[in-house]
């Protein structure tokens, strides 16, 4: 089916990027390709849908071929007949603003009757449950409605072949496993599928085959028996996300409440964009600096309002903030809170890694010993002279942490801190939040990531129906409350 | 109120290119005779919450001329002498309004009719979609800015304009040419290259209402025209 064959891919300035690589899949095999960022994972995805071919940057040779065609002889559209492709990012995916128009995209650009559009229409988005958003403007859908509206997209073209270059990434829990399901549902249909992804857990019941990529290889094949019994530790020292998710146990959560910092929030009430009905509704709880707080709750609940509220940013709250004491007032927050964002690209202004963290910031004698600090305790030093557009996006997400650490906030808000990351990424990422806690630090992080959760967190805030509904202290025995909690989250 | 009438994408279209071509050369009687129908095509339409916009730039123009004349001062004068080319766009801006909020599946299926070539109507669709992306962008970043105390109303803003002006707009080309990226990625995935002649799901034809309309605004042309 997907043949290929002593793949070399270098960049026109010599950088290699798949070396010797071979790959074949069969007709009906699903087949998960994982391993370290920048291993090349989204080269072989684009080969395979032949985005690679049309990249002036990249040098290809060797042998890849679908169905016994050569890919690269193949026009755009025979292949997008052939394979359907499934980006990471679905916001920046769409032509259209309403759902209908969207899926009609495919089959108008190969003409079709206005009829049989209407019956493809329907039951690609009968397959994703989306016949009653079908006239909803796609700006106001969640993440995984947009994902939903991305692969039925796609469905309309009705193709035997999937690529998946990590789906996941912006999904909760909950959307994860509907993810699930329809990837399920198409293995039993016989669809040949290709995914690279670092969230294993919710592929591990259903992959023929995990393929181990790094530096541009494929280091190693698993078959799914081999894959479970794969010890913890193993995987985290190749840089794995878990099969399985596990609780950490045996780490100290209880922090030492040292009191230096404490943030407090009294009848607070975020008001929505249109004015109606309050999202979120006199929320009143304090935390102290040496807590790591995770925020978890459904998609659209409130979460990056509650955050831009407290960091002074949206003006659509009543209540008060206090911070030490004292009431922190919306236009001098942001010298007290610090919000960083879920998209590393935003805030990324200076012209190296080095540069980043002194913008806004002098450069004396204290504040360079601290950022040389912070970039190793981060794994940042040896990339301190790249620029930060050309790092990847666990290394970005890294450089906006260093980059609020830098400043001398009490109060740090994080807004999905490790979506789309690594094993290896997440547990340094982790690591820093605990570090930098015990200091004298209070983190309030808005995550979904189970896995985060358990390396990192002390705390837990859950929302629902506009109030708190659970907050409590995390330890050895929350696993499994915190797993209910995310799976009753709506996708 | 009644519902806005249901017009093919294409009369809209002509109806502002006739306007358009109307305008120039018009009296300022002409123009008024113009706004006036163009005003209840507009409201016909749909467009009512900003008419009494359009009509409040019509009396800041009689008052300032009406001062201008009475008074001879400068400022009036410069007044109204801005406000009388606002006066003479507003019957097009008015039939643009109408364009404009078509909905984008219908303006492509009307360029699809007229043959017009598949790169130019993507492009078109892009754009369409482009502008608010890049506003929500640029938002973005100047709340970051604001955050890390260098926006362009902070001090840093004041000290070092251009500095500030760097830190905007480096992250927002970069952020502008990867959703250009991935927007090409999942377009040629889509087929958008296949030399086959596009359709729409949106069927587009003409009722009666349409030819009414462009008898009106023809009969329009041709007696503005000849009045002049």
Not at chain 1, 57 to 74: D, F, R
């Amino acid at each position: 089916m997907i043949q290929l064959k002593n793949i070399d891919v270098h960049s026109r300035q010599g950088t290699p990027i798949l070396n010797d690589f071979s790959l074949s899949v069969a007709s009906g095999e699903l087949v998960v390709l994982s391993g370290p960022s920048g291993s090349g994972k989204s080269t072989i995805i684009r080969l395979i849908n032949g985005l690679a071919y049309m990249d002036d940057a990249l040098v290809i040779e060797g042998k890849a071929e679908l169905n016994g065609q050569s890919i690269k002889s193949m026009n755009s559209w025979e292949r997008s007949e052939q394979v359907g492709s499934v980006f990471q990012d679905p916001r920046s995916q769409f032509f259209a603003p309403i759902v209908e128009d969207e899926l009609a995209f495919y089959c108008e650009n190969f003409g079709m009757k206005p009829k049989i559009i209407k019956e493809r229409i329907h039951q690609a988005a009968k397959e994703q449950n989306l016949l009653p958003l079908l006239d909803h403007r796609i700006m106001t859908l969640s993440s995984g409605e947009k994902q939903k509206v991305a692969i039925a997209a796609i469905r309309v073209a009705r193709q035997t072949v999937y690529v998946l270059d990590e789906p996941s990434s912006n999904l909760n829990l909950a959307a994860t496993t509907q993810l699930a399901d329809l990837i399920r549902k198409w293995k039993e249909a016989g669809h040949t599928i290709v995914i690279a992804e670092h969230r294993l857990h919710y592929l591990t019941d259903l992959l023929d085959r995990m393929i181990y990529v790094r530096n541009g290889q494929a280091v190693r094949s698993y078959s799914r028996d081999k894959l479970i019994i794969l010890p913890a530790e193993q995987l985290a020292a190749s840089g794995l996300r878990q099969t399985r998710l596990v609780w950490k146990t045996g780490i100290n959560r209880r922090s030492v409440p040292q009191n230096i910092h404490e943030l407090s929030i009294h009848q607070l009430t975020i008001n929505s964009w249109s004015g109606g009905e309050a999202l979120l509704h006199n929320l009143t709880f304090s935390i102290h600096s040496g807590e790591v707080v995770m925020l978890t709750g459904s998609n659209g609940i409130g979460k990056t309002s509650l955050a831009r509220a407290l960091c002074g940013l949206s003006r659509k709250s009543e209540g008060t903030v206090t911070v030490d004491g004292r009431l922190a007032l919306r236009r001098k927050r942001s010298r007290q809170i610090r919000y960083v964002m879920q998209e590393a690209d935003f805030q990324l202004f200076g012209q190296s890694v080095w540069d980043e963290l002194f913008v806004g910031i002098k450069e004396d004698a204290d504040q360079v010993t601290r950022a040389q600090q912070l970039l190793r305790e981060l794994d940042l030093w040896s990339l301190r002279d790249r620029h930060p557009s050309t790092l990847s996006g666990g290394e970005k997400q890294r450089v906006t942490l260093a980059a609020a650490l830098m400043s001398t906030v009490p109060v740090i808000i994080l807004d999905e801190p490790t979506s789309g990351l690594d094993w290896r990424s997440l547990e340094k990422t982790a690591e820093c939040l605990k570090r930098e806690a015990e200091k004298d630090r209070i983190f309030l992080v808005i995550t979904h990531d189970y896995e985060l959760i358990s390396q990192a967190g002390t705390r837990l805030i859950h929302l629902k129906d506009r109030i708190v509904t659970d907050d409590f202290p995390l330890d050895d025995t929350s696993g499994a409350r915190v797993l209910s909690l995310l799976t009753q989250d709506e996708s | 109120m009644s519902k806005p009438l249901i017009l093919d994408p294409r009369t809209k279209f002509s109806v502002v290119l006739i306007i358009g071509f109307l305008i120039f050369g018009s009296s300022v009687t002409q123009l008024l005779f113009l706004f006036v129908v163009m005003g209840i095509y507009g409201f016909l339409n749909g467009v009512r919450k900003s008419l009494p916009i359009y009509v409040l730039f019509l009396l800041l123009y009689f008052l300032s001329d009406y001062l201008a004349s009475e008074t001879r001062n400068i400022l009036f004068v410069s007044i109204a002498f801005f406000s009388y080319f606002i006066v003479c766009f507003l019957p097009a801006l008015l039939a643009g309004e109408v364009l404009v909020r078509t909905p984008a599946g219908q303006l492509m299926s009307a360029l699809g009719r007229w043959h017009f070539p598949k790169t130019m109507i993507i492009a078109f669709a892009v754009s369409l979609r482009f502008i608010p992306i890049a506003g929500l962008e640029i938002r973005s970043i100047h709340e970051v800015m604001k955050q890390r105390g260098v926006a362009f109303f902070s001090r840093t803003g004041w000290l070092h304009p251009w500095r500030t002006f760097e830190y905007a707009l480096v992250p927002l080309m970069i952020r502008l040419l990867k959703i250009s990226d991935e927007l090409t990625a999942s377009a040629v995935t889509r087929g958008v290259e296949a030399p086959i002649r596009r359709t729409s799901v949106h069927v587009i034809k003409f009722r009666s209402c349409d030819y009414v309309v462009i008898l009106l605004v023809l009969a329009l042309a041709f007696f503005l025209l000849m009045t002049r």
